[in-house]
DNA sequence: TAGGCCAAGATTTTC
DNA sequence: TCTTGGCCTA
């Protein structure tokens, strides 16, 4: 590393630099320039002659992939062609692609997202004539989860969901599907039971690094274990006081595991808090000391004082938006900020619809982060189902969603038909139409036939085109008017037609993001296939990453980890919402996560952070009453500012604020 | 048998 | 508010 490296970093981030060799646990506080430390170590491995294709760095999303990858190159100025960084899951896409083979799927595997799941489950059920009435499907389907990522023993799945569940796993491999855990389960399953595949990535990635540590789940974990051990050059980077994604897996546990399993292993803390002012950081820390199950550490931070925390009680959440957007006006105005300084964060997506009138209303440009993805659209999922039944015909959830879309006249009564023919032959869908139309006793009627055949035909013209490496997004374009996709928006949106033209826009702009795809020079050659893998995976990014400039950045708190914010305004901080009423009800222990995505929340913020809580809020249909949320109480009150919606309240009128604040809240306001 | 129309239900977080 | 599912009609 050169001196002027050096200069950048304290003793603690230099020693966790430097260490190269051997098994290295580095817990790093929020805001304690862990990113930076993570790309100087690649630096500095690059510099020493460690080849880039013999590291490996797993990040937990797209976001912190790209970012990592960036800042590399901007610290090196190198071309990082061979450098591996991605999330587990694209990680597992990649060994999936080269040998799934041997595991009995075919190349050009479907990824499932939990639509498909759901899809698939109840096409499962209705051919094993298993009734799912009554089934809480996104429960079964968090069973399933567990059981494919053994965290649950199949025995332990009630026998009756014991079948539905194989025949779910026989359906997916069927219709040559892989769903999220495959994406970790299936690659280790290969390198667990080929020992030359094993070998072959032992052999290249002999340093592997692991961000977010606290983050990854068992499953992960082994994945991480299984590539890394040999060579014991394995550095993981997390702060079990950031995790926050146990629902999916995650187990800080892995930290304590880590010390285990790699004996001799050194340990670093960074403590010193670059980011915050001392205020916010206190507010943090008192929030978090309220925890029981961590590791414990002190985060601390050079620079003393900090302007005070304002909490405001708007009435209902359509003042709650317009309060917050008049604020970053008459910041920017009076204060010189920047919209892109400013953070919104909110605990759920439900909240953002009025946040988002509110900036409208006022004209201030945001972007959002999480919420309903572009990729999730209905219109963008048909013509992605498309795509996905032109790449892999066996797609059996794709071909049911394209098959009447538009209307073909084919209905119930044929899909039964030839559901019934595809299951006795145990084939797919698409194989069973093809023999219901060659063969001779074919119980189908002939108006059927014919819809069908136009159907096969259809795909059958495009596939050839589909696949050729080239011309995607024209293709795509001259598919989509073929089918007249537009009709079909007219017809289903009858009562607007804006909304009909507002889907066709959305069209318009996926097949820009095809064209783009395609005009990029690092994904020429790459066709159709890697394509649909790259959206599956990105699945939650908005179109345009790059126009970030000039917005304000509306985000759920789980989108926000990893980030900072000049100002950040935290937006619901209400009981049942913070925390929330359905994690608390599934689990009273949740609690302790929840704190954690407070604190997380609390530690974006350098500067200024805004807190409200709406006294009444819109849920769904009705209007309920809101009180604030019980975590406000454990921010020591010194460091907040109550504030009357219009002017500021004086400190020591405001001591028993809290208390005030909820006799209000017991008297109905 | 297919498609339109109407009512009910749903919202925690993401790869 | 938006989507999904069921029922009824042509």
């Not at 085109?465 to 997004?473: E, V």
């Not at 928006?489 to 826009?505: F, G, I, P, T």
Request: glycine residues 6%; hydrophobic residues 40%; charged residues 30%.
């Amino acid at each position: 590393m050169t001196t002027a490296h050096r200069s950048e970093l304290n003793k603690e981030q230099i020693e966790a630099v430097e260490t190269i060799e051997g098994p290295l646990l580095i817990i790093a506080g929020a805001g304690s320039g862990k990113t930076r430390v993570i790309t100087y170590r690649i630096a500095c491995m690059l510099s020493s002659g460690i080849p880039q294709k013999a590291i490996l760095a797993l990040t937990f999303t797209n976001k912190a992939a790209r970012e990592m990858q960036e800042r590399v190159r901007e610290l090196t100025g190198k071309k990082l062609a061979g450098l591996s960084i991605s999330t587990f899951h694209a990680f597992g896409v990649r060994v999936l692609r080269s040998h799934i083979h041997r595991l009995g799927y075919r190349e050009n595997f479907s990824i499932y997202d939990v639509a498909d799941q759901h899809d698939l489950l109840k096409e499962t059920a209705r051919e094993i004539a298993f009734s799912l009435e009554s089934v809480d499907t996104t429960k079964l389907l968090a069973l399933f989860s567990r059981v494919k990522t053994r965290m649950m023993p199949m025995a332990e799945l009630a026998i009756a969901y014991q079948e539905l569940y194989r025949e779910y796993q026989s359906h997916m491999k069927l219709y040559n599907a892989v769903d999220f855990d495959d994406l970790i389960a299936l690659p280790i399953k290969l390198l667990e039971s080929f020992p030359d595949v094993l070998v072959e990535y032992r052999n290249q990635f002999r340093y592997v690094l692991v961000d977010e540590f606290q983050d990854t789940s068992r499953q992960q974990y082994r994945f991480m274990k299984l590539l890394g051990h040999s060579s014991g050059n394995v550095c993981v980077v997390g702060d079990d006081d950031q995790s926050i994604y146990s629902w999916r897996g995650a187990d800080f546990g892995n930290i304590l595991e880590f010390e285990k399993d790699f004996p001799g292993c050194r340990e670093i803390k960074l403590e010193r808090n670059y980011r915050s002012t001392d205020t916010i950081l206190a507010a943090a820390n008192g929030v978090i000391s309220h925890n029981k199950n961590r590791k414990g550490k002190n985060l601390w931070t050079g620079t003393k004082g900090g302007k005070p925390i304002e909490l405001y009680y708007p009435e209902d959440d359509r003042q709650e938006g317009l309060f917050i957007a008049e604020k970053i006006k008459t910041l920017a105005m009076r204060e010189g900020l920047k919209y892109h300084d400013v953070g919104v964060l909110v605990r759920t997506n439900s909240l953002f619809r009025s946040l988002e009138e509110a900036f409208l209303a006022e004209n201030i440009p945001y972007r959002t982060t999480g919420g309903q993805s572009f990729f999730q659209r209905k219109e963008i999922k048909d013509i992605i189902a498309y795509l996905r039944l032109m790449a892999n015909p066996d797609d059996d959830i794709s071909l049911l969603r394209v098959l009447n879309t538009p209307r073909r006249g084919i209905g119930k009564r044929t899909l039964e038909q030839i559901t019934e023919l595809a299951v006795s032959r145990g084939a797919s869908l698409h194989t069973g139409i093809q023999a219901a139309l060659h063969a001779a006793d074919s119980p189908l009627p002939p108006k059927a036939q014919g819809d069908l055949h136009a159907f096969l035909d259809l795909i059958e013209e495009y596939r050839p085109r589909f696949l050729a490496k080239k011309k995607l997004g024209d293709t795509l374009k001259a598919f989509v008017e073929d089918i007249d996709y537009w009709a079909h928006l007219v017809a289903e949106n009858q009562k607007s037609d804006k909304a009909a033209k507002w889907k066709y826009r959305n069209i318009e702009i996926f097949i820009g993001i095809v064209r783009d795809y395609e005009r990029d020079p690092d994904n020429q050659n790459s066709g159709v296939f890697d394509f649909l893998n790259r959206i599956s995976l990105n699945s939650r990014d908005e179109p345009d990453p790059k126009d970030s400039s000039g917005k304000i950045n509306l985000m759920t708190i789980h989108a926000a980890k990893g980030l900072e914010h000049e100002v950040v305004f935290l937006a619901g901080v209400e009981e049942h919402l913070i925390p929330h009423a359905r994690a608390i009800e599934e689990n009273p222990d949740n609690i302790e996560e929840e704190r954690r995505l407070f604190y997380v929340a609390i530690t974006r913020a350098r500067q200024k952070l805004f807190i409200t809580a709406c006294r009444k809020r819109r849920v769904m249909r009705e209007i309920v009453e809101s009180l604030p949320s019980p975590f406000l109480e454990e921010i020591p009150e010194s460091l907040m500012q109550l504030m009357e919606m219009d002017e500021p309240v004086e400190t020591d009128e405001a001591v028993d604020y809290f208390a005030r604040i909820k006799a209000q809240f017991a008297s109905g306001g």
